[in-house]
């Protein structure tokens, strides 16, 4: 079985401030990690996702995060965040094989709010 | 080329309606996924469709809850007598393959009130 764990449920940041959204996660597999935003009232749209390969992968709108499976993280971050970015941020695991990859467990969830 | 639709956007049911929840997959995709969000929760897993064929339906609730992906239509989740603990928004996915790590994408949700 799978969890993530988002450590926090909000954050508040600055406009043009640098902000880091934690995510860990377990799994006894190999796993696929995913983030997700969703705007208020919308639908969760993927941000971005790491499958293989380098372990840094970026989005087209600025947010980055890194796989450490050491640590098993994959914290979200951007160096100067926009008030557009405010948004929930989920973040999400699967499993590379078997029944799990089909579903995506998710974390509770980051409300993001940035302040003008 | 539409993404995933879903309709309706809001439903408002009284406690023992039926609410009916439809999905029509991106063009493509053969494979349906049924997420339910309640509040200051994370999406959970319910139910993965293909065409005539529940593949896994591990996250429903065992009474009242259904869904369907007929041949010709889109996927319907069904909830019966519906009650308040029900309210939630319920996200349809769909993907062209099995794998979620290929490009499955999410509809708006259905957002559903019970009163």
């Known amino acids: 079985a799978q969890s993530v764990t988002q450590l926090d449920s909000q954050v508040p940041v600055f406009e043009e401030a640098p902000v880091e959204l934690r995510c860990n996660y377990s799994?006894?597999?190999?796993?696929?990690l995913f983030w997700y935003v969703q705007y208020p009232n919308q639908g969760l749209q993927l941000l971005l996702k790491?499958?293989?390969?380098?372990?840094l992968v970026e989005s087209i709108n600025g947010f980055e995060a890194e796989f450490n499976k050491s640590q098993t993280s994959f914290h979200l971050r951007k160096p100067s965040v926009h008030i557009s970015d405010t948004a929930e941020y989920f973040c999400?695991?699967?499993?590379?094989?078997?029944?799990?990859?089909?579903?995506?467990?998710f974390g509770k969830g980051t409300k993001l709010s940035v302040i003008p | 080329n539409a993404g995933v639709m879903q309709n309706p956007r809001h439903l408002v049911r009284r406690r023992g309606q039926e609410a009916r929840l439809r999905c029509s997959p991106m063009?493509?995709?053969?494979?349906v996924y049924w997420y339910r969000q309640l509040p200051e929760e994370g999406l959970k897993f319910m139910v993965y469709?293909?065409?005539?064929?529940?593949?896994?339906e591990s996250g429903m609730p065992k009474e009242r809850f259904s869904a369907e992906f007929p041949k010709e239509g889109p996927s319907i989740l069904r909830i019966q007598q519906v009650v308040r603990g029900d309210s939630a928004a319920y996200f349809c996915?769909?993907?062209?393959?099995?794998?979620?790590?290929?490009?499955?994408?999410f509809g708006q949700g259905t957002r559903l009130t019970v009163v």
């Open positions: 996915a769909s993907s062209p393959g099995q794998r979620m790590n290929t490009e499955a994408f």
């Open positions: 799994s006894s597999v190999s796993v696929y």
């Open positions: 790491y499958l293989s390969g380098s372990t």
């Open positions: 999400a695991v699967s499993e590379d094989s078997g029944a799990g990859s089909y579903q995506l467990t």
């Open positions: 063009k493509g995709h053969s494979h």
């Open positions: 469709l293909q065409k005539e064929n529940i593949i896994d």
